[in-house]
């Protein structure tokens, strides 16, 4: 299988944080989620994979190529959170403007785009809802022609419904065994919803880069008491917290668990749940 992306040690220090040999990558014809705390690199991640900013090491390539050239570019389509486009502007306009950006401009895309998500064509840009901006910006990343489409914080601050909305489209999008996204989120239960895969990235280090269905279906949290979590075999914990009354010990495999510690309570753990443990827990 090829990649849409990859990236390998990719390295990129500020003041006060180093993004610290970040690798992972996205298979054609999937969808991965960038997950991590505010803070954590997943922008600057997707902005040096973007070549928006300058790298200070490592490896990038987009749809096998290192440097991109305006071809390889048309084929991205990026969302950001916020503003994407001229608020003076109206989305016919913005047609205008977008047909003399892409060559691969797909107008007929566009305009049943904004029908499908009832976006007024006329209305000026600066009076849309944030939901309505963001359906804007993703009709127009699905409108040139994009094999990979890249979402930075793309879903937050919408409702659930529009939310819902938007993840159909892009589960739609990847049905194309040529298309793939890379979409960052706080919000992990859309991401359980219609990633592939999952990179938590944390303090600028990947934590881990994993199929999604791995932590869904296999990892697991063993809930117990003192007693307990002394008996347990270290080398079964990846890593644990203790709260008030209970340990919680997340662990790689829940049914091997069960059957090793049969009087334990071992629970499927959510992405919220995994990402809280790495971040608090002790190892
Ligand atoms: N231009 C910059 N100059 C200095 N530091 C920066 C710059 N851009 C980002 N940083 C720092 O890099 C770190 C990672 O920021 P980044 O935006 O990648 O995090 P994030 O995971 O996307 O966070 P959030 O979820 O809050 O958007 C932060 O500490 C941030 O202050």
């Not at 040690?9 to 991965?32: H, Q, R």
């Not at 279906?217 to 009354?245: H, P, T």
Request: charged content about 25%; glycine content about 6%.
């Amino acid at each position: 299988m090829n990649n849409a992306l990859t990236i390998s040690e990719l390295t990129k220090t500020y003041k006060d944080f180093v993004l610290d040999k970040v690798s992972f990558s996205v298979p054609e014809g999937s969808i991965v989620g960038l997950i991590g705390e505010n803070g954590a690199g997943k922008s600057t991640t997707i902005n040096a994979a973007l070549g928006l900013i300058q790298k200070d090491a490592g490896y990038i390539s987009i749809m096998g190529k290192e440097e991109l050239d305006n071809d390889t570019k048309e084929q991205i389509g990026v969302v950001f959170d916020g503003s994407n486009y001229p608020e003076i502007l109206s989305p016919k306009r913005l047609n205008r403007v977008m047909k003399n950006i892409y060559h691969s401009w797909d107008e007929h895309t566009y305009m049943s785009l904004l029908q499908k998500f009832s976006l007024p064509a006329d209305k000026q840009i600066s009076q849309f809802s944030k939901g309505m901006k963001m359906k804007l910006a993703i009709s127009v990343a699905l409108s040139h022609n994009s094999k990979l489409l890249i979402l930075d914080e793309a879903t937050s601050g919408l409702d659930p419904v529009i939310r819902d909305d938007i993840l159909d489209m892009l589960l739609d999008f990847v049905q194309d065994e040529e298309h793939s996204i890379l979409v960052s989120s706080h919000i992990t239960s859309d991401l359980e919803k219609i990633a592939d895969y999952i990179v938590f990235i944390h303090e600028g280090q990947v934590v881990f880069f994993k199929p999604k269905d791995e932590l869904t279906e296999q990892y697991g949290i063993i809930k117990c008491g003192a007693a307990q979590f002394d008996a347990l075999d270290k080398s079964d914990i990846i890593v644990y917290r203790k709260m008030d009354y209970e340990w919680q010990i997340l662990v790689s495999d829940r049914e091997e668990m069960q059957r090793k510690y049969p009087k334990a309570m071992v629970v499927p753990a959510t992405i919220d749940e995994i990402m809280l443990l790495y971040v608090k827990g002790e190892r």
